[in-house]
């Protein structure tokens, strides 16, 4: 069984930055999943690690963006002009294959972690 671990989460104002890092991110498959209260999870982001290529969520297209470290064991999603409605626990996760449906859908996630918060006070 594999946990991915989610950190870097915190509180910060409207306008600023977070770093947010997933470990393992040895999946060719990861994306970075979001949750706010009382709203149903979303996907923000997904990586195809061995094509090297990203695809985000209309709503933080241009603020947010996934990398991997130079071991390629860390995926970060670095988070600009963070906004009030970006609040919500953030999840990680990995599908080692694609397995159908496209990026948001959420059964092919095999891995998840446990969340990180994120909360933007305006």
């Known amino acids: 069984h594999v946990q991915l671990v989610e950190s870097g989460g915190g509180s910060v104002q409207a306008g600023g930055s977070l770093t947010l890092s997933c470990v393992p991110s040895t999946f060719r498959y990861m994306a970075w999943f979001r949750q706010a209260p009382e709203k149903e999870r979303e996907w923000v982001a997904g990586?195809?690690?061995?094509?090297?290529?990203?695809t985000y969520a209309d709503s933080i297209k241009g603020r947010f963006t996934l990398s991997l470290d130079n071991a390629k064991t860390t995926l970060n999603l670095q988070m600009n002009s963070l906004k009030p409605e970006d609040t919500a626990m953030y999840y990680c996760?990995?599908?080692?294959?694609w397995g159908g449906g496209s990026w948001n859908s959420e059964g092919p996630y095999k891995y998840w972690g446990q969340g990180t918060q994120v909360t933007v006070s305006s």
């Open positions: 996760a990995a599908r080692p294959f």
């Open positions: 990586m195809d690690g061995t094509l090297g290529s990203t």
